[in-house]
DNA sequence: GTTTAATTTTGGTCTAAGTCAAATTCCCGA
DNA sequence: TCGGGAATTTGACTTAGACCAAAATTAAAC
């Protein structure tokens, strides 16, 4: 159908791609790697704004976040978009329309970015000679499973202030697996982008970060978050809102 | 971890095994039949209320429901489960262990069930050798992706009806894919189930059971479900609730 | 750097769904 | 066939979060 209109793509090693250590980290022999090289030759710039993909594209490829910061999402009937993720540099995008051969949801860049391009049928093609690639490809698969599955325990049960702590510590978790500060970052998204992911709406959003950072759990300045207290953080996000009481009165934030 | 207790796994054939027809369709060679009839050597019988893994369990195998109903949850910190699927014959289940190696979520029998076991090692050793297969195999976890993604839609953004409606529907089309009749089905979970699936309260489910009854859209007696109307039951998926008043008015319902 | 537009915060009301409780029906085992 | 416990329905009340609106802050465009 729909053919993405970004180009020109340029051609870069595995290396520079990053992608290497980000995204599969399996032992390879030498050869293997070079091999692995020349399945990911691909990479463009998104900047801000613009689209990875979108719903009715035809499917070729599966990408992989180098820089930057993206939102997926799929649009309702009625032309209510529900968020389905943010996604960090390392992460893979693209893997729902392998199903049909047609992406089911948009990929917006929420900042400048840079993503690797994977044709499918050469992932598929180079892990069958390497079966620790394939094998780690059906490892990443199955985890977006499993986030998904945590999103729907969000979705499915938790009150406002628990699913915002909830994406707090999640990010900040992600945040600092590619070495960035898990209790100092900024956040590239809308609170109406927040609200739409977690099932609430913006001023619901607003409100629940101003209680959050009333008890004294965060700190925020428009988009810039900080975690004064992850551990108590933890605890608000599974529900246990009566040690909040504690926490107001508690011992000095660090 | 933990083992799976269910015994004694007996040999059968693909063909009874079902899988061919259900989960299989690609077209292969004589001798890949073969081949793939040695992959599928273990099927199981799990009655009502036993569990096919729990999750902390090793993975081993992946799952394919041969007859009967399951339904997959996991278990939050403060004992709430929230239900993440129901499974009919046909569909695959523990695709979300490959990325840890260990169950996630507890999969259990809503009524006695039959399963064939897939030891996930010989499916990647198979998929090698048949690329069909294993491209197959992709498009099965993508489209669980995608089916998480419908399910994330629901619980971020539809009212209670619109819900309820999205289910039915959604079983009515897999009753209809297995042969059974569209309009005309039980529902072998109970309203809380139905409810943690759909982030509801059982009340709830039940009055909106008993709201769409009313307005003539289905007629439910326990668990068995009549859809009299699919297509305005459609709209009312989609939200448009005011078609509702055509509909108590409207015409014979077939 | 100023103007404008977009985003965020905060307040006040309303409603869909949660909670509590009681009545009814269903279903399983003796 | 009967009895008892579970599941379901329905009612009355409460509440978290939606909705509406206005002010305040931030970001973007010129």
Redesign the pocket.
């Known amino acids: 159908m729909l053919q993405n209109p970004n180009l020109p793509h340029r051609k870069t090693s595995c290396f520079s791609c990053g992608l290497r250590e980000l995204c599969l980290p399996v032992g390879l022999e030498e050869d293997e790697i070079n091999t692995l090289d020349s399945l990911i030759n691909l990479w463009c710039k998104i900047r801000r704004g613009g689209y990875l993909y979108r719903a009715g594209m035809d499917f070729q490829s599966i990408y992989i976040v180098r820089s930057g910061f993206f939102k997926t999402y799929v649009l309702h009937e009625d032309g209510r978009e529900q968020v389905t993720g943010f996604h960090m540099p390392g992460e893979m995008l693209g893997l729902e329309a392998i199903s049909t051969d047609v992406h089911t949801c948009h990929a917006v860049a929420l900042e400048n970015s840079e993503i690797c391009e994977i044709p499918f049928t050469r992932l598929e093609e180079i892990g069958r000679d390497i079966p620790s690639l394939m094998h780690h490809f059906h490892k990443i698969m199955s985890r977006k499973i499993v986030h998904n599955h945590e999103a729907i325990v969000l979705l499915g049960g938790m009150?406002?202030r628990e699913r915002l702590s909830t994406l707090l510590l999640n990010l900040s978790d992600r945040f600092a697996k590619l070495g960035y500060s898990s209790s100092n970052f900024n956040l590239c998204m809308?609170?109406?982008e927040i609200g739409s992911y977690l099932?609430?709406?913006?001023?619901?959003v607003?409100?629940a970060?101003?209680r959050l950072q009333k008890d004294g759990l965060i700190k925020?300045?428009?988009?810039s978050v900080q975690l004064n207290n992850i551990s108590w953080l933890k605890q608000r996000s599974r529900g246990n809102f009566h040690v909040t009481e504690k926490i107001v009165e508690g011992a000095e934030l660090q």
Chains 1, 2 share one sequence.
């Open positions: 009150k406002a809308t609170r109406e099932g609430l709406k913006l001023e619901t607003s409100r970060f101003s925020i300045n428009s988009k």
